[in-house]
Every structure is written in structure tokens, then in C-alpha cells.
């Protein structure tokens, strides 16, 4: 028996009657006939999409790749950008080694600090399965460096502006005028270092250094302070002392007159006593000390506010002079 087939039925040859009968196929037959067809346009069209998959790419994939490509320019452009903030950067940190805080004496920085960057490459490891992980994990650790030097560079300044706001009250409390306005000074001063002595006539060291005027000249404290002393001191007669903080204390002798009590605050320029001629003293004068902490410095590296280049030049001579000193 021979099985001939069209689209819907069957014919089948029977020789006994020598004519094909027609037969109509089973559900299950059909089925299997449905499923044959699906199973065959399946894998054609699988093929098909492969073969386009390999050759062609889908819009969502070209979208992505041009994506791609516009990051990838992105971070190139970042990563030029990042460098030109590093020259920037590099500059301030010149400056401030340099520049800044070499005025304000501050400590350097070392290198190795301001430079230091993040240890190892492991750090980076998250990146490294990305495409163009190079540019990504260089960009990174560009960032980073960046971050932590600002960092540094920002601490810095800070230190500096805490420097620079002490440096302000320092440079108001520091001895920086003569203690008796130059119209009032008479001939001479004698200054700091061996002297003779006016009364015994032998060589003495000479602690400060002597004004020449007349009784009832005014003098002032030469920096912001507290009187710390305003009394009767053996040789020094009437004698005022000011602590002006920072390891500096002056001190006014041989006055006529006090003007200022312990424990009074006193700014630079103001009235303290009168010239006089009280204690150890060979004519009305004003000895004046600079004691930097604790030791007597000469009074007259302590004028500098109040002095031009010519007359600090001048009462530098005088103070230097192996004159006759008057205690
Ligand atoms: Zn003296």
C-alpha cells in the first residue's frame, strides 16, 4: 500500500478495486503535520536571524555602540581636563612651599606627603573587567591623587591663616617704638653692651639703653601688654614692667611719675610714667630693657615701626657709642 499525500487527505491504492480511495487523515496525524511545519519555519528563521545577528546589528546595539564611543571621547577629555587641574594645583603647592609659608616660617611639607598617592593598583581592581579599563582606572587614579592633594594643599593654608592671625597680635604686642617720642629726646642715648660705669668709672655691662630728657617727659609702652610691675626697684628707682606676651616684658626706670598700675592693660603709644631721675641714676633719663624671654636683648633691634632706614641708622650709632652711660 502506497501513501499518497495532498495538503488536507490522503489517497490510498487498493488493488483489489484498482482505484485510489480517499482518506481523510487522524487528529494526531494532523497535529504532527502542524508541528513538523512550525518546528522547520522555526529553525529557518533561527538561521535566518543568525546569519542577519552576525552581519547586522540591531538599532538598541548601534545606539550602544555610539554611546560608547561618545563616553569613551568623554573621559578622554576629562582625563586631559584632570591634567591641566594638576599643573594648576602643582602651582599653588610651589607657592605655598615657597612663597608662603616660608614667610610665615611655617614648616615645609614634606613631598612625600603632599605627593602622596593611594597604595596599589588593587584599589582599581572593580574596574579592570571594563572595556578601555586603561583610560577608566587612569582617570580614577588621577581623581584620586587630586582629592588627597587638595586635601593636603587646603590643610595647609588653613595652618597658615591660624599662623597668620597670631602673627597679627604678635606684631601689636611686640616692642616696636622708642619709649620717648624723638622731639622729646635730649642730646643723646646710650645704649646696650660695656659701658663705663657713671659712678664707679669701670667697665659694666649696660642692660638697656639710656634716653636723655627732661623730668616729666611722657613715655610710652613700645607694645600692647600687661604692667606686671609699678613700683620701687633697687637701682631702677620708679620702675614700670610690661609682659607683652610671646616671651617679651619691658621695663621703664628711673621715673618721676607712674601712669600705669599692675595688672592694668596697656596699648602701644600709651602713657606709663614721666621721665625722672629716681634711683641709681646720674641725670634725668629713661633706661629702658627688652628682656626676650628672660635674657636682656639690645632695646634698639625694637624700633622698627616708628624709625626711618636714616634715623634707625643714626640711633644705631649712638646706641654702639663707648660713651658714658647714665644707669
Ligand atoms: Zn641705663
Not at 518546528?39 to 546569519?51: A, H, K, P, Q
Not at 597670631?166 to 616692642?175: D, F, G, L, S, Y
Request: glycine share 8%.
Amino acid at each position: 500500500m502506497e501513501l499518497h499525500r495532498t495538503r488536507k487527505s490522503y489517497y490510498l491504492y487498493d488493488p483489489n478495486t484498482l482505484s485510489y480511495e480517499r482518506v481523510y487523515p487522524s487528529t494526531k496525524d494532523r497535529i504532527f503535520t502542524i508541528i513538523r511545519h512550525l518546528s522547520t519555519g522555526i529553525i529557518v528563521g533561527l538561521i535566518i536571524f543568525f546569519v542577519m545577528m552576525r552581519f547586522f546589528e540591531s538599532p538598541t546595539e548601534s545606539q550602544l555602540r555610539k554611546e560608547n564611543k561618545l563616553l569613551q571621547t568623554q573621559y578622554e577629555v576629562l582625563s586631559l581636563r584632570l591634567n591641566n587641574a594638576f599643573d594648576i594645583l602643582n602651582d599653588i603647592q610651589q607657592r605655598d612651599e615657597n612663597l608662603y609659608r616660608a614667610i610665615f616660617q611655617a614648616t615645609s611639607i614634606p613631598e612625600s606627603i603632599r605627593k602622596l598617592g593611594f597604595g596599589g593598583a588593587n584599589r582599581y581592581e572593580y574596574l579592570m573587567s571594563l572595556p578601555n579599563s586603561d583610560l577608566v582606572v587612569a582617570t580614577t587614579q588621577k581623581m584620586d591623587m587630586i582629592t588627597k592633594q587638595l586635601y593636603v594643599q587646603s590643610n595647609s593654608l588653613e595652618e597658615l591663616v591660624n599662623i597668620g592671625k597670631t602673627q597679627e597680635e604678635r606684631a601689636k604686642c611686640i616692642p616696636a617704638i622708642q619709649p620717648l617720642a624723638n622731639k622729646d629726646l635730649k642730646h643723646t642715648a646710650s645704649g646696650y653692651g660695656m659701658r663705663i660705669d657713671p659712678i664707679y668709672r669701670t667697665p659694666r655691662f649696660h642692660g638697656g639703653m639710656d634716653f636723655a630728657a627732661n623730668i616729666g617727659t611722657e613715655i610710652y609702652a613700645t607694645g600692647n601688654g600687661v604692667v606686671t610691675f609699678s613700683g620701687w626697684k633697687q637701682d631702677y628707682g620708679n620702675c614700670v614692667m610690661v609682659d607683652h606676651g610671646f616671651g617679651y616684658v619691658t621695663l621703664y626706670g628711673h621715673m618721676s611719675a607712674f601712669k600705669a598700675r599692675v595688672g592694668q592693660k596697656v596699648t602701644r603709644g600709651e602713657v606709663i610714667g614721666l621721665v625722672g631721675s629716681t634711683g641709681k641714676s646720674t641725670g634725668p633719663h629713661l633706661h629702658y630693657e627688652v628682656i626676650v624671654h628672660g635674657r636682656r636683648d639690645s632695646p634698639s633691634k625694637y624700633y622698627f615701626m616708628d624709625l626711618t632706614p636714616e634715623e634707625y641708622d643714626h640711633m644705631i650709632q649712638i646706641a654702639e657709642n663707648h660713651g658714658q652711660v647714665m644707669d
